[in-house]
């Protein structure tokens, strides 16, 4: 009885697929790094403690509404990338170091929190609210946002608040600049606290521009019927005391 030897060569494909399973796993070891999201909600440790006079939204109705519209932020850092300062002409985009929404997205949400709880009241952008109720209008426009690592976090802000039935208006600037220590978590803290500090300040514009009496202009004479009219829109001066905050207004 005559045996053949089993044929105990591989298919021609093997080699081939031995190869390509060795370059996936070279691959999947030079893989980039897992990236880092960050935020500037106020629920952060980083945060400064709100005033113990502040009293949290109660359910209740409050004596005016906000309106924070979308926080405008230079083009250079509107995007989802930490930019930080390398020195006073140099950038470094950080691909690993991602904001959680992009900068405008984000600072326009910590403000939010910090206002309506300063302020015991409710940001009604895009939302309906009761016409009985006095609205102010809150503008913030970043001119500046430096991440200078181991070093400050800056935020150079123009805002504004008008008061929707008078258009009473007030125009100020803050410049707010904190040191921060080395990483980019306590880069991220810095500005936390820069926002905490500018929200301190149109807080403060608002209660000013609420204090403010409506002057109404008297009706036409020879015409009882005729509706008041509102004295024509004037500019207010900012509030005394903001932090590292200049009036523009």
Known sequence: MTFRRPNLRLPAA???LASALALAAA???CASPASRFYTLSPSGDGARTAS???APVGAGNPAWLIELAPVDVP??????QL????DATQVKVLEQERWASMPGDEIRRALSGDLTQQLNTIDVYGSPHPDNVPVYRVSVNVQRFES?????????AVWSVR???SQTVMTCRSVLNEPVGDGYDALVVGHRRAVADLSQAISSGVRALAATPQVVMPTTKGNAKAPPRVKPPVSIACPQRMPAAASAG
């Open 163 to 165: 008061a929707l039935d």
């Open 148 to 156: 200078w690592p181991g070093s400050h976090a800056l935020i150079d």
């Open 27 to 29: 691959l999947a070891g």
């Open 75 to 80: 083009p250079q850092v509107a995007k989802a």
């Open 83 to 86: 930019v930080v300062q390398t």
């Open 52 to 54: 113990a006079a502040t």
């Open 14 to 16: 093997l080699p081939v």
